[in-house]
């Protein structure tokens, strides 16, 4: 199949789908590679670009989507008398960040890096579709696992997680290592009264 072809297939599902596709599964109905698909899809996200049209496809990890440009926002909102999606709260906020930095992640694991109950916070995430549910820990009580959804990527406009911005992650129950600054070992230190 033509590049061209290819491209026009790819337009057509994403256009359908309404919601991302996996690359493999376009794959299949074209009847072609992935890395096929991934060149296609990166020569029509370029020429939607080039261009200045209305839509734009945009890739999230391993599958990609058709999407309004940024540009035409505000048309888009007069039209469809659109309400922006509600803010995230502090709290919500907190949640998000942890299960996107820590995933999958526990309820109890987010409860004890925020040390609050986090059950609203999970819940309402759920809800606005930016945490999902991804299995259970196998351990006594089998907590539930929470992960991050292509919509949290669409939301915040990455492409994977590997954009997200670093940060120095917390280590619960691992003692740190003394530094060079220590030249005793901690046994030979004595209190003097």
Known sequence: ???????????AILFAAGEPVETERIALAAECDADEVDAAAKSLMDRLSFERRGLRIVKLEKAYQMCSSVE?????????ETRKPPKLSSSQLETLTIVAYYQ???KAYIEQIR???SSYSVGALINKRLIEECGRLNVPGRPILYRTTPDFLRTFG???L????EIEKMQFGKKE????EFTQPVEEVTDHE
């Open 115 to 117: 040390g609050v109950d």
């Open 72 to 80: 035409m926002s505000p048309y888009i909102t007069k039209a469809l």
């Open 104 to 106: 999958p992640a526990t």
């Open 177 to 180: 290592l003394p530094t060079e």
């Open 162 to 165: 590997e954009e997200l911005p």
């Open 1 to 11: 199949m033509e590049r061209t072809d290819l491209e026009r297939v790819i337009e």
């Open 158 to 160: 990455l492409s994977s």
